[in-house]
C-alpha cells in the first residue's frame, strides 16, 4: 500500500510519498550478520532470486505478487493456518501454504489457477459463515483485510447461513480505555496472540478452547484491562478484522490523512504514522520502517496522544507582575516586549550573569538550539543548561574520557546479535518498552541476562525470560559492584588481550588492571558493601567476559548517583577489556530518558559546552561561533542547573528562562528548588500546562505539542528523526519563533523562514551533524551521528577499527561511598523510578486515560520492614528525609530488598522529590 | 537514592527538617567530593586533576568565591581543594 503522507510546512501542505508493503513473512536474514545465499525460483512465469531461507510468499511479494494471505503479516512468524495462501509448486503435491514453505532452488511456483482459486473461495466462504455482514457499519470498513481478501479471491455468496452455531452473538470487551475486543468478528488467525508473544513479548492473549470454540483470550477468561496485556497495542495492529480497534476509529471513522513523525515519549524515539481527519488525530500507528521501533509501539506511544488537545492546555501568551497576582493574557507581541524589558532591566541592575535559561529535552533540536544560542548571544553569558543535567550528563562526561564521544555505542537493531546483556540501573519493560521488547526477543532466543539494580525488576524473571543472575545490589554500590565484576575478569585473565593491545592504551590499561586487581576490589571484600553474594559476582563477570558479544544497557540508575561519572567509565573500562565494542552485538549504550535527552546535549545545552560537545574556552570553536552569530561570546563556562539554584537563593541570579520542563516537579529537593524559583525576580516558561514551575512564573509562553512541531529528536542510539507537524500550532507559533523573537527583542536577531534552516545552521557548526538535514532525513527515514562527509548516512555502529579518541582510554575508578546514608534517624534507603503507563513528571500521561493504571503514586515497600513499622498494604504513610516529606499508600512488596523502598514521581500531589537531597554526580553536579 | 524514614499516617509534622544548604556550602561540598574522587585514584596528580576539573566546569564566580572563602578561613575544605584552588587563575 503506498500512503499520500502529508504534513504542514511552513510555507504550504507538503507532499511525502511513503511505502509500506506487507512482504506476508518476515525476512530470511532480520540482522546484518551477512548477506544469505541467495537461490532463484520462479513466480508466475517471472524469475526472481531471494534469500536462502525466503517464504514463496514473500519471494512472490518481492516480484510484486501479493498472494492472498489473512494470517500472515511480515511482523510475525508464519503460521499457515487460515490456508488462503496456498499455492501450487511444479514437481509437488497439493496446495502448500505459501507463507510456511520456504523456496528452493529452481522452484517453479504459480500463485494464480482456476483451482487455487476455487479452493482459496471456499476458504472465504467458511470464515464468512461465521462473520457479520455488517460491512458497511464496521468501523473497519476500508481499512479490513477480511474485506480486502473477500475481493480478492472473488466471493460472490456464502452458502451456509447463520442457523447453525456461530459466534455473532458474542459481546464486546470494552474494558481497555484504548480500543475494543469485538470478538463476534474474530477469524481466529491467531495474529493477535502471536503479536503478544513475538513482537511485545507479554504472553497476555491466547486461543482458549478447541475447533469451533476456540476463541481468543486474555489471560483466564478475564477482560483485557485486568489481564498481563500492557496497552502496546501489538495486537490491535495485526488484526486483520474489526475485532480489536482503536476506540477513536469506532467513534470517529477511518482517518483520512497520514503525517510520518516521531514519539515523544521516551528516549527510544518511535517512528509512527499520526493519522488524521483534517487536523484531528484518529490513531497514532507505529510505523514499520521506523529505525528505532521497527513496527513496534508502547502504550504511551500509542495511545497516550490526547493531552495535546486537552482542555488544560493553554494557548495564548499571558503575563503577571507577581506570582500572587492572577495572569493576563496578551498578545504574543506584548507577552515578548514585556519578558525582553524585564530581561535587560535584571541585567542592568544585576549584571549580565544574572539572567539564564535551561533547555528541554522534550522539546526538539532546533527548539533547544536557539534557546542556547540567544542565551550565549542575546543573554551575553553561557548561563544554559539542561534537564539532562540531572539525569544523562555523567554518560556525556564518562563516555567521552574513554572512547571520546559523548554518546551510546550501538543501534538499538544491535542488540539482535547480542549473546549476553549486562543490564544495569534501567527497567526497560516500564521506562523504554520498545526497545525491552526487542531485548526479550533476543534473551528468547538464547541470549542471557545479567541485571543489576536494587530492585527486582520484571526483567528479572517474566514469561518466557530469566536473567542468568541478579545482582540485587545496595543503592548507591555500582562502583563497587562494576569494580568487583572487573576484578574476576582481570585476575581469571578473561581479558581479550588483541583487543587491549590494539586498540587501547597500553599504560592506562596497566593502571586500571593493577588497580582492579587489588584485593579491595575482590567480590568477596566489596560484598560488605554492595550486599551480593561474591559466588554471584564471579559468575556475572565470567558470563559477561566469555559467553560471545557483551553489551551494556545501563539507565538512570546508574547516572543519577554521586558517582555517576566513575560507574560510567567502570562500565567503559570493562567492555575495553572484554573487547565488546566497535562492532554489532555488543558496545556501552545508555538508555535516555527522555525523547531528547541524546539531542539536548548535543545542541550545545551545557554551559561549559557548544554543540558537539566543544568546550567554550577553545578559541577556534568560539571565534567560528562568533563569526557565524556576529556576536562576541564568553570563554568561561556558565551556571548549571544547581548552581543556578544556588546563585538564587544567594541573591546574585535573577531571572530564568525554562523552556518545557517542570523542574519544580522533577528536580531533587523540592523545597530547594521553589525556594530558589521564588527568590527569582523573573520566571519565564514556555510549555504547555501551568505545571509546578509556572505557577511560580512570571511570563507564560504557551508551547507546542509535538503533533505541531516541526523539527528533529535524536534518540539514545543517535538517531536523527523527524518529527513534522500533523496540524498547525494551536498556539499561533512555533516555539523557535517564539524564542527567535525574545532574542531579537534583546537586541540579538535571529534569521529563520523555518526549522529546516536552524538545522542547516546546526550542521554548519556542529562537525558530527555535518551532513544533517531535513531534505535528507526526508530521504532516508532517519540518520546516527556522526553525519558528514566521512559517514554521508551516518553511523548505526560506533568505534569501528578505532576510536573517536583514537585508543580507547582505561580509568581507575576508586569507590567512594556517597555521603548519603541510611542513619537511625533515616534507616531505610528510597530510590526513584517510572513505571509503564506514566512518564516523567506526568504532565502528558496524567491528562490521558493512562490515570487507570496509575491513578497515584505508592511506596513500594519490603514486607518485612512493613511489618515492624505496623504498615499494611494499602495504608497510607508519611515518607520523610532530611529536606522534606510527604504521604503515600503503601504497597507491601519484596521487589526491594529489606532496607530500601521505592516510588515513582508522575504525581505532583506526592511528589517524591520532595524528599530527595542534593547529592548528585561528582564530576557533573 | 534518598535516606528515609516511613511511618504509619500522616505525620509530617514530627519530621524535623534539615535547614537547607546555603550556596557556599554547596560550593564546599562539591569541591570536597570531586577531591574525593581524585585522590581515590592513585594513577592522578589529586591537586592537578582537582583544579582541572574545577577549570574546565565551574562558573567564575562560583570559584572566586570558593577562593575568597578560602582566604577569609570561613569554610573547611579538603587540602587537595585549597591547593588545587591556589593554582587557578579566576577571572577578574
Sequence with gaps: MTLSLSFFGDEALQELAVHEHDMGTPPANRTREGGLPTVPVTIDGREVLVEEGTSVMRAAAICGVDVPKLCATDSLDPFGSCRLCIVEIDGRKGTPASCTTPVAPGMQVTTQSPKLQRLRRGVMELYISDHPLDCLTCAANGDCELQDMAGAVGLRDVRYGYAGDNHLGMEKDTSNPYFTFDSSKCIVCSRCVRACEQVQGTFALTIEGRGFGSRV?????????????????????????????????????????????TCAYCGVGCTFKAELQGETVVRMTPYKDGG?????????????????????????????????????TVSWDEAIAYAAAKLKDIQVRHGQGAIGGITSSRCTNEEV????????????????????????????FGLSQAFGTSAGTQDFKSVELADVMLLIGANPTDAHPVFASRMKKRLREGAQLIVVDPRRIDLVRTAHVQASNFLQLRPGTNVAVINALAHVIVTEDLIDHRFVQERCEP????????FVSQPENSPETLEQYTGVPAAEVRAAARLYATAGNGAIYYGLGVTEHSQGSTMVMGMANLALATGNLGRDGVGV?????QNNVQGSCDMGSFPHEFSGYRHVSDNTTRETFEAFWGRPLQAEPGLRIPNMFDAAIDGNFKGLFVQGEDIAQSDPNTVHVMHALQSLELVIVQDLFINETAKVAHVFFPGTSFLEKDGTFTNAERRINRVRPAMRPRNGKQEWQVVAELSAALGA???????????DEIAALTPTFAGVSFAKLDALGSVQWPCNDEHPLGTPIMH??????????????????????????????????????????????????????????????????????????????????????????????????QGVVFTTFHHPVSGANVITTEHSDWATN | MTAVQVSPGHSAATVEIDHPEHRLGALVRMANQIARQMVADPNVDSVAATATHIGKFWEADMRSDLVAAIDAGTVTLDDVVVKSMARLAVPA
Aim: aromatic share 8%.
Design chain 1, 369 to 396: 538550539f536557539v534557546v542556547q544560542k540567544m542565551v550565549r548571544t542575546a543573554f551575553g553569558n553561557n548561563n544554559v543548561d539542561t534537564c539532562a543535567r540531572v539525569c544523562h550528563s555523567p554518560t556525556g
Design chain 1, 589 to 593: 549504550n545508555p538508555l535516555r530518558g
Design chain 1, 292 to 328: 528505532a521501533n521497527e513496527g513496534h509501539s508502547c502504550v504511551k506511544g500509542r495511545f497516550a496522544w490526547g493531552y495535546a488537545s486537552h482542555p488544560d492546555r493553554v494557548l495564548e501568551p499571558m503575563i503577571r507582575e507577581k506570582i500572587t497576582d492572577p495572569w493576563t
Design chain 1, 507 to 514: 599504560i592506562e590499561f596497566s593502571q586500571w588492571a593493577a
Design chain 1, 217 to 261: 483470550a486474555a489471560g483466564f477468561n478475564g477482560s483485557f484491562f485486568d489481564s498481563e496485556c500492557v496497552s502496546c497495542g501489538a495486537c490491535v495492529q495485526a488484526c486483520p478484522t474489526a475485532t480489536l480497534t482503536e476506540n477513536t476509529v469506532i467513534e470517529m471513522g477511518q482517518p483520512r490523512r497520514t503525517v510520518l513523525t
Design chain 1, 749 to 759: 536577531p535571529m534569521h529563520y523562514d523555518n526549522a529546516a534552516q536552524i538545522m
Design chain 1, 800 to 897: 569501528e577499527g578505532t576510536f573517536v579518541r583514537g585508543l580507547g582510554r582505561f580509568t581507575p575508578t576508586p569507590y567512594v561511598p556517597t555521603d548519603e546514608k541510611s542513619t537511625r534517624r533515616f534507616p531505610l534507603l528510597l530510590t526513584t523510578g517510572r513505571i509503564l503507563s506514566q512518564y516523567n513528571v506526568g504532565a502528558q500521561t496524567r491528562r490521558t486515560q493512562n490515570v487507570r493504571w496509575h491513578p497515584e503514586d505508592v511506596l513500594e515497600i519490603h514486607p518485612h520492614d512493613a511489618e515492624e513499622r505496623g504498615i499494611h498494604d494499602g495504608d497510607e504513610v508519611t515518607l520523610a528525609s532530611r529536606v522534606g516529606s510527604t504521604t503515600l499508600h503503601a504497597l507491601l512488596s519484596d521487589r526491594m530488598a
